[in-house]
T-cell receptor
Framework: RKEVEQDPGPFNVPEGATVAFNCTYSNSASQSFFWYRQDCRKEPKLLMSVYSSGNEDGRFTAQLNRASQYISLLIRDSKLSDSATYLCVVPWKHAGNMLTFGGGTRLMVKP | DTAVSQTPKYLVTQMGNDKSIKCEQNLGHDTMYWYKQDSKKFLKIMFSYNNKELIINETVPNRFSPKSPDKAHLNLHINSLELGDSAVYFC????????????????FGPGTRLTVL
């Protein structure tokens, strides 16, 4: 298994839809996880942190399943502005600020 | 005000040349990083650096070297450029040091698109 693996997509959804992405990770010792968002030809930006079983921020919900070693990102009521690539991020063991990024899942929200 | 800035934004050069990319952060952070994002969009960490420690991803060729004149700057120097070095290079910074149990938010610069001909 790759360190961090994501379905590259693209996920094409209509406005208002609910969409979910999964990310699997190989290091069972990982304690914290993150979702970053990257717009086309822009830099990545932190979207959400996932420290325990899950985290919710408005329309975005991130969940963690330690037993199966995956995290998910759920976006409700999709907006056109949600179109971006969503990067799953797992810190190195014993070096929390060294990050391993997944390849990203591309989301395209259509009118 | 730009938090993390990089120059140049675009860099086109010939194989075998030596080039540098500059990065500056005005966030007062302790640690800075360099990442490479290749054509397949995989973002990989290359280095992290603060005034105490340099951590190098073992997959990075020794043609790449970070140089930090002070806490707010981390430049990336690349010797003998190769075609495979073509990518977007992102600088980032965070408040904490690399070897910590927690993960601090990293703030990325806008990227430098390097093309090696």
């Amino acid at each position: 298994r790759k360190e961090v693996e994501q379905d590259p997509g693209p996920f094409n959804v209509p406005e208002g839809a609910t969409v979910a992405f999964n990310c699997t990770y190989s290091n069972s010792a990982s304690q914290s996880f993150f979702w970053y968002r990257q717009d086309c030809r822009k830099e990545p930006k932190l979207l959400m942190s996932v420290y325990s079983s899950g985290n919710e921020d408005g329309r975005f919900t991130a969940q963690l399943n330690r037993a199966s070693q995956y995290i998910s990102l759920l976006i409700r009521d999709s907006k056109l502005s949600d179109s971006a690539t969503y990067l799953c991020v797992v810190p190195w063991k014993h070096a929390g600020n060294m990050l391993t990024f997944g390849g990203g899942t591309r989301l395209m929200v259509k009118p | 005000d730009t938090a993390v800035s990089q120059t140049p934004k675009y860099l086109v050069t010939q194989m075998g040349n030596d080039k540098s990319i500059k990065c500056e952060q005005n966030l007062g952070h302790d640690t800075m990083y360099w990442y490479k994002q290749d054509s397949k969009k995989f973002l990989k960490i290359m280095f992290s650096y603060n005034n105490k420690e340099l951590i190098i991803n073992e997959t990075v060729p020794n043609r790449f070297s970070p140089k930090s004149p002070d806490k707010a700057h981390l430049n990336l120097h690349i010797n003998s450029l190769e075609l495979g070095d073509s990518a977007v290079y992102f600088c980032a910074s965070s408040q904490g040091w690399p070897r910590t149990s927690r993960t601090d938010t990293q703030y990325f610069g806008p990227g430098t698109r390097l093309t090696v001909l």
